[in-house]
Each structure stands twice: as structure tokens, then as C-alpha cells.
């Protein structure tokens, strides 16, 4: 009784460190990627929250494409602009990205469905049930950064994360600061049901490479293939997102609330390829963005890893 009990302890304390270093891991490698990519994330909303139908005339802060969105900015709103609702990714990006990769492992145990090893079934709806539980912890951050990335002002006359958040507590209550929970939810599902389900079935089926600049390369591609196949499933539902969470185009008037409804709508307006607005920054933060993540997770996991043995 005394030695199961005893490696029953062995099991619990082996199984809590694994879910700390999977905590610091993914903590570090949210933060690394949130801090390289985050001016093509704020691009990006920036060309999806504007609408054809509202622009006006030599509007300077009416966007052509991504060079027109990046010279716009800095000539209006100077250099820092780019770094617009940074905070709340950092706040929430490290904790997110943690748990992601905890609840990975977790939900990856779930959908064995009595499999020796993981298939690319298991990586998929783990990848998805972890996208849904991340989007209820990082929607009211989503908010105040859409919010604040689409401010126009100088980076040093901007509200703060803070203030903003007050703001819309104070102008739509509790509520407003988790508007577009629906389209977070999507969004996220089923970029990381693509993101997993695509990254480690190819993995697997590819071989170690025995020099490690190859092997490098190699799950750098795969990590950038999957982070492009995943914005290119969930783009419309980011679309939707953006509208509902940032300014309205009439003020007063709130003409995108519902998710299915935006993406109607904003196809009947705009066309087809409006629901793919921002397309090219979201690859190009997401591409790279996906396989940096992986890359250092990977790494930090097995030099912690390595330290407590």
C-alpha cells in the first residue's frame, strides 16, 4: 500500500511539473511572437475594420493595401503607432499561449480514441477544443486592442489600454467588453483545428533529419504552411470579428453585432473578396508567426527539461 501510494504521489508530481514547464514554454513563446509580429496584427485590423462603403475623399486614414496602410500611419501617427494595443496582447498572449499548449496535451489524451499514438483526427479536435477554450479567455482583450489599434491619433495622444477599457465598460457595460465572442470562437477554432491537425500529422510522416539546420528548416516550413492554411480557413470569421469589436462605421448605429450576419452582410456589400481583408499581414504574422512559436516552445520545453533532470 505504502509503495503505491508513494508512486501514485511520483505520478502526480511528475504530471504537475510536465504541466509547469508546458505553462513556461508556452508563456515564452506567446511573448516572443507577440512582440515580432504585432505591427502586422495591428495592419491587418486596420485594413478589415474599414469599410467601401464609408470612405470618403482623400481620407488619409483610408488604406489602398499594406505599403499605403504602413506609409498612412507613419506619416499621420509616427513610428510607435505600429506598437498601437500592444499591451493587451502581452497580457493576454502569454497566459494564451500557455494554455494552449497545456490544454493541447490534455485534449490530445482525450481523442485518442483508444489509438497507440496520436492521429491526425486527435491533433485536429484538440486543436479546435483548445481554440474554442482560448477565445473565452482572450476576448475581452481582443476588444480593447481592436479598439485601440484602430485609433487614429498620435501613439503618444492615444487612450491607454486602461482607459479604453473603462470606456467601453462605462458606454455598453459588462457586456461590450466580450462583444464578438462568437466570431473569436470560430476564429480561433479553426485555426488551430488546421494549425495542429495539419503541423504534426506532417511531422510525423516526415523523417528526423539528422543535421540540425535541416531539421530546423524543415519544421519551420511545416509551421509556416500551417499557420497560411489556418488564416486562410478562419479569415472571414476574423473579418467579422474586427467589424463587431471596432468602431462602427455610423457612430450610434450598431450595424455589425452578429457574426453569420456580418459575414452576409459584408459580402453582399463589399464582395467576396472583402471577407479576405488583411489577408496578406495576417500570413505574413501567422506564417512565421506559427513556426517561431513552435520552434521556441520546442525549445525552451527541452532546455527546462533538460535542467530538471
Same mark, same amino acid.
Given at each position: #500500500?505504502?509503495?503505491?501510494?508513494?508512486?501514485?504521489?511520483?505520478?502526480? /508530481?511528475?504530471?504537475?511539473? !510536465?504541466?509547469?514547464?508546458?505553462?513556461?514554454?508556452?508563456? +515564452?513563446?506567446?511573448?516572443?511572437?507577440?512582440?515580432?509580429?504585432?505591427?502586422?496584427?495591428?495592419?491587418?485590423?486596420?485594413?478589415?475594420?474599414?469599410?467601401?462603403?464609408?470612405?470618403?475623399?482623400?481620407?488619409?486614414?483610408?488604406?489602398?493595401?499594406?505599403?499605403?496602410?504602413?506609409?498612412? #500611419?507613419?506619416?499621420?501617427?509616427?513610428?510607435?503607432?505600429?506598437? /498601437?494595443?500592444?499591451?493587451?496582447?502581452?497580457?493576454? !498572449?502569454?497566459?494564451?499561449?500557455?494554455?494552449?499548449?497545456?490544454?493541447?496535451?490534455?485534449?490530445?489524451?482525450?481523442?485518442?480514441?483508444?489509438?497507440?499514438?496520436?492521429?491526425?483526427?486527435?491533433?485536429?479536435?484538440?486543436?479546435?477544443?483548445?481554440?474554442?477554450?482560448?477565445?473565452?479567455? =482572450?476576448?475581452?482583450?481582443? =476588444?480593447?486592442?481592436?479598439? *485601440?489599434?484602430?485609433?487614429?491619433? *498620435?501613439?503618444? !495622444?492615444?487612450? +491607454? %489600454?486602461?482607459?479604453?477599457?473603462?470606456?467601453?465598460?462605462?458606454?455598453?457595460?459588462?457586456?461590450?467588453?466580450?462583444?464578438?465572442? %462568437?466570431?473569436?470562437?470560430?476564429?480561433?477554432?479553426?485555426?488551430?483545428?488546421?494549425?495542429?491537425?495539419?503541423?504534426? %500529422?506532417?511531422?510525423?510522416?516526415?523523417?528526423?533529419?539528422?543535421?540540425?539546420?535541416?531539421?530546423?528548416?524543415?519544421?519551420?516550413?511545416?509551421?509556416?504552411?500551417?499557420?497560411?492554411?489556418? %488564416?486562410?480557413?478562419?479569415?472571414?470569421?476574423? =473579418?467579422?470579428? +474586427?467589424?463587431?469589436?471596432?468602431?462602427?462605421?455610423?457612430?450610434?448605429?450598431?450595424?455589425? /453585432?452578429?457574426?453569420?450576419?456580418?459575414?452576409?452582410?459584408?459580402?453582399?456589400? !463589399?464582395?467576396? *473578396?472583402?471577407?479576405?481583408?488583411?489577408?496578406?499581414?495576417?500570413?505574413?504574422?501567422?506564417?512565421?508567426?506559427?513556426?517561431?512559436?513552435?520552434?521556441?516552445?520546442?525549445?525552451?520545453?527541452?532546455?527546462?527539461?533538460?535542467? *530538471?533532470?
Amino acid at each position: #500500500m505504502i509503495e503505491k501510494e508513494q508512486s501514485r504521489i511520483a505520478a502526480v /508530481k511528475s504530471y504537475l511539473k !510536465e504541466m509547469a514547464i508546458q505553462v513556461v514554454s508556452g508563456g +515564452s513563446a506567446g511573448f516572443v511572437e507577440v512582440c515580432i509580429m504585432h505591427p502586422l496584427d495591428l495592419i491587418k485590423t486596420r485594413l478589415q475594420v474599414q469599410s467601401k462603403t464609408v470612405k470618403t475623399v482623400n481620407d488619409p486614414h483610408f488604406y489602398n493595401g499594406i505599403f499605403d496602410c504602413v506609409a498612412k #500611419m507613419y506619416r499621420h501617427e509616427g513610428f510607435l503607432a505600429f506598437y /498601437k494595443g500592444i499591451l493587451p496582447p502581452i497580457l493576454a !498572449e502569454t497566459p494564451k499561449r500557455a494554455i494552449k499548449f497545456m490544454t493541447f496535451e490534455q485534449y490530445k489524451q482525450l481523442f485518442m480514441f483508444g489509438a497507440p499514438s496520436p492521429t491526425p483526427l486527435t491533433y485536429s479536435l484538440a486543436g479546435i477544443s483548445l481554440g474554442i477554450t482560448e477565445a473565452i479567455f =482572450v476576448n475581452p482583450f481582443e =476588444v480593447v486592442k481592436v479598439s *485601440l489599434q484602430s485609433n487614429h491619433a *498620435l501613439a503618444k !495622444e492615444a487612450p +491607454s %489600454s486602461w482607459a479604453v477599457t473603462r470606456q467601453i465598460i462605462a458606454a455598453e457595460g459588462i457586456s461590450g467588453i466580450n462583444k464578438g465572442l %462568437s466570431a473569436t470562437v470560430a476564429r480561433n477554432g479553426l485555426y488551430n483545428m488546421v494549425y495542429f491537425g495539419f503541423n504534426f %500529422s506532417v511531422r510525423g510522416w516526415l523523417p528526423v533529419l539528422e543535421d540540425p539546420l535541416q531539421e530546423f528548416l524543415k519544421k519551420f516550413s511545416v509551421g509556416f504552411t500551417s499557420g497560411v492554411l489556418g %488564416s486562410l480557413v478562419n479569415i472571414p470569421f476574423d =473579418v467579422a470579428k +474586427s467589424r463587431i469589436q471596432g468602431p462602427q462605421p455610423i457612430p450610434g448605429q450598431i450595424k455589425y /453585432k452578429n457574426t453569420v450576419k456580418t459575414i452576409i452582410l459584408v459580402y453582399k456589400e !463589399e464582395g467576396f *473578396l472583402a471577407l479576405y481583408k488583411g489577408f496578406v499581414p495576417k500570413v505574413l504574422r501567422l506564417g512565421p508567426g506559427g513556426a517561431v512559436m513552435l520552434l521556441v516552445y520546442e525549445y525552451v520545453h527541452n532546455r527546462i527539461t533538460a535542467a *530538471l533532470k
